[in-house]
């Protein structure tokens, strides 16, 4: 089992970066795959970024202006966040994959953070 604990998010304006933070607890970490999701209000939860054993992965909205990194000494996962936009704003939440695969159905993750806003004002 894993617990998770997002932080990092908060208020930046469009063209700005933010790094979230995800530390995560438990000895099997390194064998989970690791994700982000966001859900913006009145929408469904959404694939972001994803890394596991087989690398990583990225929704078409994030491509080319988030990284996906884990450290597993440190048990951490971060997604560094460029170039914002106001359709960037959500709670943005970390989940564990037990599968090691890593992919986008949020159905796939086991575990979950609680989240931490993203707000990008325009």
């Known amino acids: 089992q894993v617990q998770l604990a997002e932080s990092g998010g908060g208020l930046v304006q469009a063209g700005g970066s933010l790094t979230l933070s995800c530390a995560a607890s438990?000895?099997?970490?390194?064998?989970?795959?690791m994700g982000w999701f966001r859900q913006a209000p009145g929408k469904e939860r959404e694939f972001v970024a994803s890394?596991?054993?087989?690398?990583?992965d990225y929704a078409d909205a994030a491509r080319g202006r988030f990284t996906i990194f884990r450290d597993n000494a440190e048990n951490t996962v971060t997604l560094q966040l460029n170039n914002l936009n106001s359709e960037d704003t959500a709670v943005y939440y970390c989940?564990?994959?037990?599968?090691?695969?890593?992919?986008?159905?949020?159905?796939?993750?086991?575990?979950w953070g609680q989240g931490t806003q993203v707000t990008v004002s325009s």
């Open positions: 438990g000895r099997t970490f390194s064998s989970y795959a």
């Open positions: 989940a564990a994959d037990p599968s090691g695969l890593g992919r986008t159905g949020p159905m796939e993750y086991g575990y």
């Open positions: 890394i596991s054993w087989r690398g990583r």
